[in-house]
C-alpha cells in the first residue's frame, strides 16, 4: 500500500490552518497493563485468522470495540496502535 499522508483543514479568522493526522503510536508505546494490552492482541490475532469462518457462516467479518473517555485518555492513539499491528489504515 503506497504511504499516504492525511491532514485535517480548519478555518478560523480568515486563515487556513493545516494539521497532520499522523499518529505513531504502537503497542510498545501505549499506556495499559500489560495484561490488557495482551488480552487485546490475542483478540485482533484471533478475529484476522477468522476470516474464513465468518464467511462460512455467512456473517460479515468486522469487529467493533466501544472506546469511552474523556480526552486525551489514549482512545485515538490506541485505534492508531490497533491499526498499525493490524497493517491497516485507520480513518
Not at 504511504?3 to 494539521?19: G, L, N, P, V
Not at 467493533?64 to 485518555?73: D, K, R
Request: proline residues 4%; contains cysteine; positive net charge.
Amino acid at each position: 500500500r503506497p504511504q499516504q499522508r492525511r491532514h485535517t483543514y480548519s478555518h478560523s479568522f480568515d486563515i487556513w490552518e493545516t494539521k497532520s493526522l499522523e499518529n505513531h503510536s504502537t503497542f510498545e508505546t501505549i499506556a495499559m497493563t500489560e495484561e490488557l494490552k495482551r488480552g487485546l492482541i490475542h483478540d485482533l490475532d484471533r478475529f484476522i485468522q477468522r476470516k474464513y469462518f465468518y464467511y462460512r457462516v455467512g456473517r460479515p467479518w468486522t469487529r467493533n470495540y466501544l472506546l469511552c473517555g474523556p480526552p486525551g485518555t489514549g482512545k485515538t492513539s490506541l485505534v492508531a496502535a490497533m491499526a498499525k499491528y493490524l497493517n491497516l489504515e485507520s480513518s
